[in-house]
Nanobody
Framework: QVQLVESGGGLVQAGGSLRLSCAAS????????ISWFRQPPGKEREFVAG????????YYADSVKGRFTISRSNAKDTVYLQMNSLKPEDTAVYYC?????????????????WGQGTQVTVSS
């Protein structure tokens, strides 16, 4: 089992920045990729960004490319999502998820391990 705990969400004005963290614990040896998803109010959960556990590859949704950056700290088993130039449409609950395969999947049902989520609200 892998446990994930997100933090760093909050309320920010449009154009501002936030950095989300996802701390992984447990059997992280089985983790080969980790991603961020988000679920806006009343909408489906959607892929935001993903990174391989070795940090050799990253992938972003078109909606966040150039504004968000995903990174991983090897020492801390923590993944970060730096979010810049935030827009009201970025408002959502953000989740991190771990997969046991090294391919960065974009479908949420391919991820067996999830955190509890952290709320990000961007005001206009």
């Amino acid at each position: 089992q892998v446990q994930l705990v997100e933090s760093g969400g909050g309320l920010v004005q449009a154009g501002g920045s936030l950095r989300l963290s996802c701390a992984a614990s447990g059997r992280t040896i089985i983790a080969n990729s980790i991603s961020w998803f988000r679920q806006p109010p009343g909408k489906e959960r959607e892929f935001v960004a993903g990174i391989t556990w070795s940090s050799s590859s990253a992938y972003y949704a078109d909606s966040v490319k150039g504004r968000f950056t995903i990174s991983r700290s090897n020492a801390k088993d923590t993944v970060y999502l730096q979010m810049n130039s935030l827009k009201p449409e970025d408002t959502a609950v953000y989740y991190c998820a771990v997969n046991t395969v090294s391919t960065i999947a974009t479908m949420s049902n391919e991820y067996p391990y999830w955190g509890q989520g952290t709320q990000v609200t961007v005001s206009s």
